[in-house]
């Protein structure tokens, strides 16, 4: 679940010279209210936009946890993240499945062997289905286990990967076929025409796309800012002559503008 932030600047707005920073945001960025925040999450007062605005915060204790475990060089991790970033109830990872604390990840039980997880409480087949693994990190798994034994066995695995997933074991937000990456749904569907060659995929994170075709209209809402060719929010925003610059979430970085910045925003990104 992506956090939400909406910018409406009235076409009808009469430009002025803001008198801070604060004021901009408030010209710029609707309130957010508590109702807006998705499960685990909290609403923050003044942690956005200059320290003025408030903000919808999630835990990201499961989601800091792989990554870490990701950097350390394992490629075959299957801890599973919730939207907000916290454990699911039921874990498993290197061979042994656990029920968790949502915060910590820590067992609440003893760990079984993966084979006899359906033992445990949290275990629940109209929830979890028969298996762990969910179909993107099937494929990926498979991968990193590989790549592991050969890394044992002093091989180099060759190869680039052409499947991403998120923590929840769901599709990335792209994929690559044939040498082209492509914006992705949780399904792994080829979202719009979002996409870049893979030589050229560089810092692509489809913000954007999936906000525009998946998590704005699930609330009821549209995308206001303009995309980029690859499914990134384009760092250089305007409507009509009020121009401003977005982050890779979307959300604004400057004061209203008449005009952008020389690097048109890539500094603000």
């Known amino acids: 679940m992506r956090i939400y932030s909406v910018l409406f600047v009235c076409f009808c707005l009469i430009w002025k010279q803001v008198t801070s920073q604060c004021t901009a945001a408030n010209i710029c960025v ?30 990201t204790a499961c989601s800091r946890r792989r990554a870490e475990l990701e950097a350390e060089g394992r490629t075959d991790v ?42 445990l409480t949290c275990y629940s087949s109209s929830v979890m289905g028969e298996q762990y693994l969910r179909r993107c990190e099937s494929l990926v798994h498979a991968l990193g286990v590989i790549n592991r034994e050969q890394s044992e066995h002093g091989t180099n695995f060759l190869g680039n990967p052409v499947t991403f997933c998120d923590y929840d074991g ?9 040498g082209i990456a492509y914006c992705t749904n949780k399904e792994g569907e080829i979202l719009g025409a979002w996409q870049a060659m893979s030589s050229q995929m560089g810092g692509m994170n489809c913000n954007c796309a999936r906000d525009t075709m998946m ?54 990104a």
Request: net charge negative.
């Open 30 to 59: 609707t309130d957010v209210t508590e109702s807006q925040c998705g499960p685990g999450q909290t609403l923050v007062p003044n942690s956005h936009i200059f320290g003025c605005c408030p903000r919808c915060q999630a835990s």
């Open 78 to 119: 299957t801890l599973h993240c919730t939207a907000n970033g916290d454990y699911e109830p039921l874990q498993c990872d290197d061979g042994y499945c656990w029920c968790a604390d949502p915060k910590t990840g820590q067992p609440s039980v003893p760990p079984v062997p993966q084979e006899s997880m359906k033992i």
């Open 170 to 178: 769901s599709y990335g937000p792209y994929q690559i076929q044939n």
């Open 215 to 268: 998590y704005f209209p699930e609330k009821g809402m549209m995308v206001t800012e303009t995309c980029q060719g690859n499914g990134n929010y384009q760092p250089n925003q305007n409507v009509g002559d009020v121009f401003y610059c977005v982050d890779r979430d979307g959300y604004p970085t400057t004061d209203l503008l008449s005009e952008w910045p020389t690097d048109n925003c890539a500094s603000f």
